[in-house]
């Protein structure tokens, strides 16, 4: 039975994710991860969705406001057993809603170029490849996408 809560990033399960999210990040970028781990603190975010199943937690997702129309989908993460079984398409299109319930009309995102599963996953949720954006303008290794809430 899968289960998705909106809370925010104080919840524990979602600081047990992304620990592991930042562990898998650290072994498939390796050497060039440094460079993103600024842009991956949140000190407190109130819009994390978190997906249990049967009582796990299993994946997280939240997105930050960008500016008054748009937010940035931040800190993807689902357990690798828990893979292929869609979860990913649900915590994505509640954190979408959420952000449009909210009056957004556009989400952003940035992946890394190795991460071919999630840009796999962005593009069938409707995501296209923008120009890199703010802190990832320059950077070679990162992909960033946008898609309209509307």
């Not at 072994?27 to 993103?36: K, P």
């Not at 994946?59 to 979860?87: H, N, P, Q, W």
Request: hydrophobic share 35%.
């Amino acid at each position: 039975m899968l289960e998705l809560i909106r809370t925010n990033s104080e919840n524990n399960d979602f600081k047990k994710l992304i620990t592991e999210l930042d562990k898998e990040l650290s072994i498939r970028n390796g050497d060039t991860q440094f460079q993103y781990d600024i842009y991956n603190k949140i000190p407190f975010i109130e819009t994390v969705v978190i997906a249990y199943s049967n009582e796990k937690a299993v994946g997280c997702c939240c997105f930050k406001e960008l500016d008054s129309e748009t937010v940035e989908i931040k800190r993807m993460y689902l357990d690798a057993d828990f893979r292929s079984k869609g979860i990913a398409n649900k915590m994505l299109t509640e954190v979408e809603s959420w952000a449009a319930e909210k009056g957004f009309s556009i989400a952003v995102l940035e992946t890394g170029y190795k991460m071919l599963e999630a840009i796999h996953l962005y593009k069938k949720m409707g995501y296209t490849q923008i120009p890199n954006y703010g802190q990832y303008a320059d950077n070679p290794e990162s992909i960033c996408m946008s898609k309209s809430l509307q």
